[in-house]
């Protein structure tokens, strides 16, 4: 397990006080952290779950936002004494990767990239979007302005977007391929679930890095073992935890009862942030709760999400009707398959064969916005990697030249599924076969 027991590099700046955290030991803040820490919107993420449904499968997997989000300032700020280091930037600099890392994640919504699914299909908004609206239209934007920082910068640095700078690199820092974010959460998501898969060594990778060229990049040979294992990690989380079939069939219940009733809750009704703020896992169940009681419900999208509320209250999850394999080179059916309309249609289909409602046939695949962890957003030759030459500067490679590892994990597969409630999951195999062709075939669809 990935941890910094020892005691943390601080820099020129003075520190307050420490947390205690499973993943990197003790997590060292600022007077500034703490009074971000300490905000409404940032406690908030305390009752917002890392991973939305998989405590339905893996008990233990109950860690929150909270926690990631100071794991990923930790991480951010290693990083940057690492870059100090080096001479690339100075101690105000460490300190803004520290706040970005921080705010990172607080416009995340319940039950996090589930919600994010409803945000973008019915306002065209992402988590990111929210994440810098709150910073620049809550009590952090003044905590930041007194403490001397620019908001509009913080917020673009906190989504991995600050535009004006002579330093892009700092954006890699959040949001890259080989991110503080991602570190953080394959090592702190295995060890919640109690999967092996997510271990990494952490700071190998940090300590490796350097810019070249202007942007970040991996010294290999040195940390090529480190930065396969990284990518090793985030496929076999993916398989094992992300994408995993009863996860998924957890949060696709959670949506669905989001979904229908959305409008009856409010879920989208989003006019300043004190609408948004109260927006947690537990307020969400709650309310459907609360629908669920009512025995004056016409409305029949209503209907169907207190119907998936119950089933997911008492765990009948949804079944798994058909799963094939898309063999996938090109992306071109992974980007013909995120369009919602086209996967309406294919449930339309599949629903008129079956003789099922359409309501209870679901299309799923990995690139839809709730499924935040997919391999496809971390495609291996995109990891910018160096070597040292022969006079002694460093020269870009790309990473699928130098090693036979990624080459292989470059022909990596995507899943499609159809779920159906458990008493129409024949019919709905047999309807999903006759659409979408044999299990692990190559998909041909006629759309």
């Not at 959040?174 to 974010?181: A, H, N, Q, R, T």
């Not at 006759?434 to 759309?447: D, N, Q, R």
């Amino acid at each position: 397990m990935v941890s910094a027991m020892g005691k943390p590099q601080r820099g020129g700046f003075k520190t307050v006080a420490e947390i205690r955290d499973p993943i990197h030991g003790y997590i060292m803040i600022t007077e500034l952290e703490r009074r971000i820490v300490d905000t409404i919107i940032f406690q908030r993420l305390h009752y917002i779950r890392q991973l939305a449904g998989a405590h339905y499968v893996y008990p233990g997997a109950d860690h929150s936002r909270f926690s990631h989000s100071l794991g990923v300032m930790h991480l951010a700020g290693i990083t940057g004494e690492h870059l100090a280091n080096l001479g690339y930037i100075d101690q105000d600099e460490i300190q803004l990767l520290r706040i970005a890392g921080l705010l990172h994640d607080i416009g995340h919504g319940p039950f996090s990239h589930v919600y994010e699914e409803l945000l973008v299909t019915y306002t065209g908004k992402t988590h990111e979007d929210m994440t810098q609206w709150l910073i620049l239209n809550t009590e952090i934007k003044d905590i930041l302005s007194e403490a001397g920082y620019d908001p509009k910068k913080v917020a673009e640095l906190a989504v991995g977007k600050l535009k004006e700078t002579d330093k892009p690199f700092l954006n890699q820092v959040i949001s890259s391929p080989f991110d503080v974010d991602k570190m953080d959460f394959l090592v702190r998501d295995s060890y919640f679930t109690g999967v092996e898969y997510g271990y990494i060594d952490t700071y190998r990778l940090i300590y490796s890095t350097n810019v070249v060229d202007g942007e970040l990049a991996i010294k290999v040979p040195a940390a090529l073992h480190a930065l396969e294992a990284f990518i090793i990690a985030r496929y076999e989380m993916f398989k094992a935890v992300y994408f995993h079939r009863t996860v998924r069939s957890s949060e696709l219940l959670i949506l669905k009862s989001m979904e229908g009733a959305r409008d009856e809750l409010g879920l989208l009704a989003i006019n300043d942030p004190e609408d948004y703020i109260k927006l947690t896992d537990s307020w969400v169940m709650a309310k459907l709760k609360e629908l669920s009681m009512r025995s004056d419900i016409k409305d029949r999208e209503v209907k169907m999400a207190v119907d998936f509320y119950k089933m997911l209250e008492r765990r009948d999850l949804l079944k798994c009707a058909y799963e094939t394999v898309l063999h996938i080179q090109a992306p071109i059916m992974s980007n013909i398959m995120m369009q919602r309309s086209i996967r309406s249609k294919i449930e339309e289909e599949i629903a008129s064969r079956s003789g099922v409602e359409p309501d209870y046939i679901i299309l799923d695949i990995p690139s839809v916005p709730s499924i935040p962890y997919t391999p496809r957003q971390m495609e291996p030759f995109e990891i910018p990697v160096y070597e040292i030459a022969d006079d002694g500067t460093p020269r870009r490679r790309r990473l699928t030249d130098i090693s036979s590892l990624i080459n292989v994990l470059r022909g990596y597969v995507d899943v499609l599924r159809v779920y159906t409630i458990s008493k129409y999951r024949s019919q709905v195999s047999k309807a999903a076969k006759e659409v979408l062709g044999e299990p692990s075939s190559l998909l041909s669809v006629s759309l």
